[in-house]
């Protein structure tokens, strides 16, 4: 028979001590005031040498899926907890410095100390070692990059940047942009229902279809059709779908031809100043065999900017609980002056970031910019 005993104050650091997962307590100012057994036996840090330190100093420097640097305060998981007040919803993946100098893969989750008054005193870490898993997930990463990003350069009459940040280290995102012909160049970009694992395999299809389809991608509309309804004959309507957005540009004309279904609204920045929201209405790509696709065509003047990107990047919500939006990413880019100071596609992540009260972003993220510069 177990005699029940009180559980004191002091227990609870016993019991930390005690579970198998790497914890750590910080002040506001990232200065570590707690470091247990499994923190020590995960990093090689003892807590001696820890304790006091502010936990981007040197330590285990931190970076994500792409080598980011994450000690910063723009990127950085925990400090992101304690200014916006809000945990992690779910373990993001992070590779910490061992004291040895490999780096170590981690889920990570992050988490507000907030005292009796209701005020936040610092910030709490729980990580644990995820080494023998992560190495399918990175080896599906370098399948999956194999077949994304398929970007073909086009001649000087296009420049092209592209950000991509997936939520997890793999993600549902798909793009290409491709030669149709001499004077043709087209963009396809679409986003999967859901993330991860399996919204990574729907892109593989996705890749697929647009391998055999691209030849078409002059008629947008036409293109999607028929990779639609390869697409719902392959895999069934009830296994997902994908918004979708494909841009077909004469360079030597400057006509732009614009289908797409479900998508966020390309935003078409004007050089002489104006601004053009193009509408995506339509079925996603996969929901509906006889899906059509309405097609959009409009004039490109010299130095015209166009920007396409997923939902990761207005579906973020401010304290209020208000998404970003549409309007809300126009704001923001008018805010810093595009586009005739054109922050950078990285910067612009950035910006989405701390525009809403997420700790990372919650969806995978793609932004491509093209401007348009004819011969003259």
């Given at each position: 028979m177990i005699t029940p005993h009180t559980i004191k104050p002091s227990d609870a650091i016993s019991v930390l001590n005690q579970i198998t997962d790497g914890v750590y307590v910080t002040d506001t100012e990232r200065r570590i005031i707690f470091w247990n057994d499994a923190a020590e036996r995960i990093t090689g840090y003892t807590r001696e040498e820890v304790l006091g330190r502010n936990c981007s100093d040197n330590l285990l420097c931190h970076v994500d899926r792409n080598d980011n640097l994450l000690c910063g305060k723009s990127r950085c998981p925990l400090h992101r907890s304690i200014v916006t007040g809000n945990k992690s919803d779910a373990p993001m993946t992070v590779y910490a410095k061992h004291k040895n100098g490999h780096r170590v893969p981690t889920q990570v989750t992050v988490?507000?100390?907030?005292?009796?008054?209701?005020?936040?005193?610092?910030?709490?870490?729980?990580?644990?070692?995820?080494?023998?898993?992560?190495?399918?997930?990175?080896?599906?990463?370098?399948?999956?990059?194999?077949?994304?990003?398929?970007?073909?350069?086009?001649?000087?009459?296009?420049?092209?940047?592209?950000?991509?940040?997936?939520?997890?280290?793999?993600?549902?995102?798909?793009?290409?942009?491709?030669?149709?012909?001499?004077?043709?160049?087209?963009?396809?970009?679409?986003?999967?229902?859901?993330?991860?694992?399996?919204?990574?395999?729907?892109?593989?299809?996705?890749?697929?279809?647009?391998?055999?389809?691209?030849?078409?991608?002059?008629?947008?509309?036409?293109?999607?059709?028929?990779?639609?309804?390869?697409l719902s004959q392959l895999i069934g309507e009830d296994y997902g779908f994908a918004t979708v957005v494909l841009v077909s540009i004469d360079l030597s004309t400057g006509r732009a031809r614009i289908a797409g279904g479900g998508h966020p609204s390309p935003l078409l920045f004007r050089h002489e100043g104006g601004l053009q929201e193009i509408s995506c209405q339509g079925y996603p790509l996969g929901l509906m065999e006889d899906a059509d696709f309405k097609e959009t065509s409009l004039q490109l003047a010299p130095r015209d900017r166009l920007l396409l990107y997923t939902d990761g990047a207005i579906e973020g919500r401010d304290d209020s609980g208000e998404e970003l939006g549409t309007e809300g990413l126009i704001r923001m880019l008018r805010e810093c002056g595009y586009p005739t100071r054109h922050p950078s596609l990285e910067h612009l992540e950035e910006l989405i970031l701390k525009s809403t009260s997420n700790i990372v972003l919650e969806d995978d993220l793609t932004l491509i910019e093209m401007v348009y510069r004819p011969k003259t």
């Amino acid at each position: 028979m177990i005699t029940p005993h009180t559980i004191k104050p002091s227990d609870a650091i016993s019991v930390l001590n005690q579970i198998t997962d790497g914890v750590y307590v910080t002040d506001t100012e990232r200065r570590i005031i707690f470091w247990n057994d499994a923190a020590e036996r995960i990093t090689g840090y003892t807590r001696e040498e820890v304790l006091g330190r502010n936990c981007s100093d040197n330590l285990l420097c931190h970076v994500d899926r792409n080598d980011n640097l994450l000690c910063g305060k723009s990127r950085c998981p925990l400090h992101r907890s304690i200014v916006t007040g809000n945990k992690s919803d779910a373990p993001m993946t992070v590779y910490a410095k061992h004291k040895n100098g490999h780096r170590v893969p981690t889920q990570v989750t992050v988490s507000p100390l907030i005292n009796e008054a209701g005020e936040t005193v610092g910030g709490v870490e729980v990580f644990r070692d995820v080494t023998s898993w992560i190495k399918d997930l990175e080896r599906a990463k370098r399948i999956q990059g194999a077949t994304l990003g398929e970007i073909e350069s086009p001649d000087k009459r296009l420049e092209i940047s592209i950000q991509y940040a997936p939520q997890d280290l793999i993600g549902g995102d798909f793009y290409a942009a491709h030669s149709v012909d001499t004077n043709t160049f087209a963009f396809f970009l679409a986003d999967v229902m859901g993330h991860g694992v399996s919204a990574s395999l729907y892109t593989m299809y996705l890749r697929s279809l647009w391998s055999d389809h691209r030849h078409l991608a002059g008629d947008p509309g036409d293109c999607l059709l028929r990779m639609n309804t390869n697409l719902s004959q392959l895999i069934g309507e009830d296994y997902g779908f994908a918004t979708v957005v494909l841009v077909s540009i004469d360079l030597s004309t400057g006509r732009a031809r614009i289908a797409g279904g479900g998508h966020p609204s390309p935003l078409l920045f004007r050089h002489e100043g104006g601004l053009q929201e193009i509408s995506c209405q339509g079925y996603p790509l996969g929901l509906m065999e006889d899906a059509d696709f309405k097609e959009t065509s409009l004039q490109l003047a010299p130095r015209d900017r166009l920007l396409l990107y997923t939902d990761g990047a207005i579906e973020g919500r401010d304290d209020s609980g208000e998404e970003l939006g549409t309007e809300g990413l126009i704001r923001m880019l008018r805010e810093c002056g595009y586009p005739t100071r054109h922050p950078s596609l990285e910067h612009l992540e950035e910006l989405i970031l701390k525009s809403t009260s997420n700790i990372v972003l919650e969806d995978d993220l793609t932004l491509i910019e093209m401007v348009y510069r004819p011969k003259t």
